[in-house]
């Protein structure tokens, strides 16, 4: 009988590797990996959503926390042409009708210093002042106003796409035919702020994209105003009046955003959606402003994914991780502490919103959901949770071994059962489901080792549980790989230990 040796895998912290062969990725890395958060030490299911929200009869496309300057705050949402108000659950419609649901709000204020949500639809400039949703009245200008800064080209500002808050002035893409111009409103010297009514003719400038290029998104970024357009990413640094005042200059990327609420601040960067990857925009110093590719690992899945797909992403920022959600429900999660990705299903949203610490959804359902840390299902569905590891060849590619157990450490749960299915994949070829050949049950019992010369009694503690498997089949490589599908079952693997022999080569 040959040596026995012993592999050991307990950290998955390096996430999902679909960019380099299952055999030539990193012990830290994972071949797939579905509804898991990654750790060190630790590959987790992810918790669940429910609804929270009483059903409309369309889809809610946007969701909003309009928060106002007494401390009190409105959850808005927006579904079929008409914003609605949240109270407890139950979604009342808003006097006032809307362009389209595809929109941007903001709150600031009117010219009394009242709370105001402004809302651009792609339409004219609209307002919520709290009762109703009406359009923006241009203001007349004062017969100073109109020898400086002059007359008011609001009217004529039709498409209201986007638009951004920079040091108390609004800079918006609306105009309806020139979709590279960045239109901004007056700054009010009496009010000391910028005002929403008041856009004159005169305060635009074109950034000097090519062809059919055309802004898709405004983002504020430190100090700059970020201009994502389709096919570049141009940045407006300075807080005057005119263009003379200010440095427009192009940023150091390959390819502008296909996707409007791809964009997300993430801690020091700006994360947004290309056509092939997810990029991230940094700054090192105030004359310096470039970006990276940030989603080399998951290439293949975002080539998987179809244009207009993509192009109707939605994000966020929440629990230091960035979510990108498209159509079908694949939601990739990047992880900004460990720099991992892994990826969700299920989550078929159209907007999230972080409110009181809680992550909510909209969808085509005509519901709101929302995250729930205790729920271990998807609205009573269940969280199909897997996790694939690196192909081991144990170093030796070209040596038989002989497999004979396999030992998975799990988290043990004082309130719930945590099961899980355990598969080997031999030679890549052949695959075994050892879930039935376990010498100990997985649920709610103190993990035990067995009375060989290398055990001992370390994980035997109520909170760890050793799972040991007979696995007693030879190959070259071997995979495992672990899945649950059940209800209500929270599941945490912590490692993987294998026992084998090596053979001599032939």
Avoid at 290 to 310: E, F, H, N, R, W
Avoid at 365 to 390: A, H, V
Avoid at 401 to 411: A, C, G, N, S
Wanted: hydrophobic share 35%.
């Amino acid at each position: 009988m040959g040596e026995k040796l012993y592999a050991d895998l307990r950290d998955f912290s390096l996430g999902l590797n679909q960019k380099d062969g299952a055999t030539l990725i990193l012990d830290q890395e994972l071949v797939d990996a579905e509804n898991v958060i990654l750790g060190k030490g630790f590959a987790e299911k992810r918790y669940g959503f429910e609804k929270y929200s009483t059903l409309l009869a369309n889809p809610i496309t946007k969701l909003y926390d309009y928060k106002k300057n007494n401390g009190t705050k409105e959850f808005l949402s927006v579904s079929n042409n008409k914003l609605y108000k949240d109270n407890n659950g139950t979604l009342t419609a808003i006097t006032g009708t809307l362009t389209s649901n595809n929109l941007k709000l903001m709150t600031y204020k009117d010219r009394s210093i009242n709370d105001a949500t402004v809302i651009a639809d792609g339409g004219k400039l609209k307002v919520y002042n709290g009762t109703a949703v009406s359009e923006v009245t241009p203001r007349t200008p004062n017969t100073s106003e109109q020898t400086n800064p002059g007359l008011n080209d609001l009217a004529n500002l039709t498409n209201f796409r986007t638009f951004a808050l920079k040091k108390d002035r609004i800079f918006a893409a609306a105009h309806p035919t020139v979709k590279n111009r960045v239109s901004y409103c007056y700054f009010d010297p009496y009010l000391g702020y910028g005002v929403y009514d008041y856009f004159p003719a005169t305060y635009f400038f074109d950034v000097a994209t090519e062809d059919n290029d055309e802004i898709v998104e405004l983002k504020v970024f430190r100090d700059l105003l970020v201009i994502l357009c389709k096919k570049s990413v141009w940045a407006l640094r300075g807080d005057g009046v005119t263009l003379n005042d200010n440095e427009v200059f192009k940023i150091n990327v390959p390819i502008g955003c296909i996707a409007p609420n791809s964009v997300q601040e993430v801690g020091n960067n700006l994360f947004y959606l290309g056509d092939d990857h997810v990029y991230s925009i940094f700054a090192t110093d105030r004359d310096f402003v470039s970006g990276q590719i940030v989603s080399y690992k998951v290439a293949p899945i975002l080539k998987s994914i179809g244009l207009t797909d993509k192009a109707l992403a939605t994000s966020v920022f929440f629990d230091n991780k960035y979510w990108l959600s498209f159509p079908n429900g694949l939601t990739l999660v990047y992880d900004t502490m460990l720099e991992n990705w892994t990826k969700f299903t299920n989550i078929k949203a159209n907007s999230f919103l972080i409110r009181d610490g809680v992550l909510y959804f909209s969808s085509n359902t005509g519901y709101i959901y929302r995250f729930n840390e205790n729920k271990f299902s998807d609205d009573g569905q269940p969280i199909n949770c897997m996790i694939k590891l690196k192909i081991l060849d144990l170093g030796t590619p070209i040596n038989k071994k002989k497999f004979r157990r396999l030992w998975v450490i799990q988290k043990q749960f004082d309130a719930y059962n945590s099961s899980f299915q355990i598969k080997v994949l031999i030679d890549q070829s052949n695959l075994i489901d050892l879930t039935a050949l376990s010498d100990s049950s997985g649920s709610n019992e103190q993990g035990t080792w067995d009375t060989s010369d290398w055990d001992e009694s370390m994980w035997d503690t109520t909170e760890t549980l050793l799972n040991k498997y007979r696995v007693r089949e030879k190959g070259k490589d071997i995979q495992f790989q672990v899945f649950n599908n059940n209800v209500d079952e929270p599941l945490s693997i912590i490692g993987f230990i294998l026992e084998y022999e090596l053979k001599k080569p032939k």
